[in-house]
């Protein structure tokens, strides 16, 4: 279910927004943050892909988002067993409650970083034009940061 909406989400609404030409919010990641902490990596890595791709067809963006986002998914557990507590369930999903505000959004951070930098430098296929590589990553990361912010205030509302 949180796949089709982060994907309905980035397809329909975030990728119309695009601010000043450079900042492009990219919420999708968050399918990354929604899942439990003990989760195959395989599986983990295969359910990224596969919304990096569906995101790919809709977006007119050739691998871009499947590659980034795969990376991503690639070094997020190592991640978050650095970032949760050492008496949480295995079974823990990550979120402000479970892991703790500040813990969270550092996580939240990296992972956005890491997908952003790597999705705008296949984007630009090149690090030679590095002020619009940094007004694109920079402001689409400070986008999608408030945006998935937002949302997990939304998701902990239940």
């Not at 450079?22 to 395989?42: K, Q």
């Not at 990096?52 to 963006?61: E, N, Q």
């Not at 430098?121 to 619009?132: A, K, P, T």
């Not at 402001?139 to 937002?150: N, T």
Request: net charge neutral.
């Amino acid at each position: 279910m949180q796949f089709l909406l982060l994907l309905a989400l980035q397809v329909f609404l975030f990728n119309h927004i695009h601010i000043m030409g450079y900042a492009t919010p990219l919420v999708y990641v968050a399918l990354l943050l929604y899942m439990p902490a003990n989760e195959n990596r395989i599986t983990t890595l295969v359910w990224a892909f596969i919304m990096g791709y569906c995101v790919d067809l809709f977006s007119i963006t050739p691998g871009m988002s499947a590659a980034s986002l795969t990376l991503t998914a690639m070094l997020r557990n190592g991640l978050l067993s650095l970032m949760i507590p050492k008496d949480s369930l295995e079974n823990m999903v990550p979120t402000y409650k479970t892991m703790g505000a500040w813990n969270h959004l550092h996580f939240m951070t990296i992972l956005l970083l890491i997908h952003h930098l790597t999705y705008f430098v296949l984007e630009s296929f090149s690090i030679f034009n590095l002020r619009d590589l940094c007004l694109m990553s920079g402001g689409s990361f400070v986008l999608s940061w408030i945006a998935i912010a937002m949302m997990e205030l939304l998701r902990g509302e239940k």
